[in-house]
T-cell receptor, first 110, second 114 residues
Framework: QQQVKQSPQSLIVQKGGISIINCAYENTAFDYFPWYQQFPGKGPALLIA?????SEKKEGRFTISFNKSAKQFSLHIMDSQPGDSATYFC?????????FGAGTRLTVKP | SQTIHQWPATLVQPVGSPLSLECTVEGTSNPNLYWYRQAAGRGLQLLFY??????ISSEVPQNLSASRPQDRQFILSSKKLLLSDSGFYLC?????????????FGNGTRLTVT
C-alpha cells in the first residue's frame, strides 16, 4: 500500500509564482524526509531533506515545512522558474527503508 | 567523489527473452544498493535491496531477481521477460554508515518489452 501519499499529481505555475507540493505519511517510525527532483530520462536527485525534530528547512528557493503531529510535510518552491519544471518526489525513510510518494509533475510557464 | 553507473540506458527486448541490467558504484565501500522500478506516471517501487555481498532482500514477488557478486556491483536479471516488466529501472546506493543516508540514483534503464 502507498505509505506516503503525495498531491497534487500535476501542477502548473506561472514563472515567479510559488509551487506547493504536499505529502502525508502514516508510519510514525519514519524519521527522515527527503525530496527528490527528476528531469526526463534521468534518475531522481536529492533536492532537500528534513528530520522530524525541525519544523522548517530552507535552502535557497526551496523550503520544507514539516508538521509532525499531522504527519504531513510539504515542499515550497519560491519564485518558480521554467528550469524548475520536473517531477518531484517526496519520501520517508526508516532505517534505510525509503518509501516514495507517487510524484508531482511541475510545469512552470514562462 | 562517488559515482553510480547503470547500463544500458535503453533496451528493447521481446517477451520471453532474458534480462541483465548492471549497476556499479565507485568511490565508496560497502554501500547499500537498491533496484527501483518507475512505471509511467507513477512513483518509485522498491524491488530489491542489498546490505552486502550475497545479501539480497526482495520487496515484491515477481519474475525478476537480483544479485550482488561484488561489493559495488548490483545486477538485475530475469530468465523470461513479461510485457508488464516494461518500465524505467533505477539503481541507487546509500552509505552503509549512518542511519537515514540519502539515496543516490543512477540515470536509469528504459526497458521496453515487446
Amino acid at each position: 500500500q502507498q505509505q506516503v501519499k503525495q498531491s497534487p499529481q500535476s501542477l502548473i505555475v506561472q514563472k515567479g509564482g510559488i509551487s506547493i507540493i504536499n505529502c502525508a505519511y502514516e508510519n510514525t517510525a519514519f524519521d527522515y524526509f527527503p525530496w527528490y527532483q527528476q528531469f526526463p530520462g534521468k534518475g531522481p536527485a536529492l533536492l532537500i531533506a528534513i528530520r522530524p525534530d525541525v519544523s522548517e528547512k530552507k535552502e535557497g528557493r526551496f523550503t520544507i515545512s514539516f508538521n509532525k503531529s499531522a504527519k504531513q510535510f510539504s515542499l515550497h518552491i519560491m519564485d518558480s522558474q521554467p528550469g524548475d519544471s520536473a517531477t518531484y518526489f517526496c519520501a520517508a525513510n526508516n532505517n534505510n527503508d525509503m518509501r516514495f510518494g507517487a510524484g508531482t509533475r511541475l510545469t512552470v510557464k514562462p | 567523489s562517488q559515482t553510480i553507473h547503470q547500463w544500458p540506458a535503453t533496451l528493447v527486448q521481446p517477451v520471453g527473452s532474458p534480462l541483465s541490467l548492471e549497476c556499479t558504484v565507485e568511490g565508496t565501500s560497502n554501500p547499500n544498493l537498491y533496484w527501483y522500478r518507475q512505471a509511467a506516471g507513477r512513483g518509485l517501487q522498491l524491488l530489491f535491496y542489498s546490505v552486502g555481498i550475497g545479501q539480497i532482500s526482495s520487496e515484491v514477488p515477481q519474475n525478476l531477481s537480483a544479485s550482488r557478486p561484488q561489493d559495488r556491483q548490483f545486477i538485475l536479471s530475469s530468465k523470461k521477460l513479461l510485457l508488464s516488466d516494461s518500465g524505467f529501472y533505477l539503481c541507487a546506493w546509500s552509505s552503509f554508515s549512518g542511519n537515514n543516508s540519502p539515496l543516490h540514483f543512477g540515470n536509469g534503464t528504459r526497458l521496453t518489452v515487446t
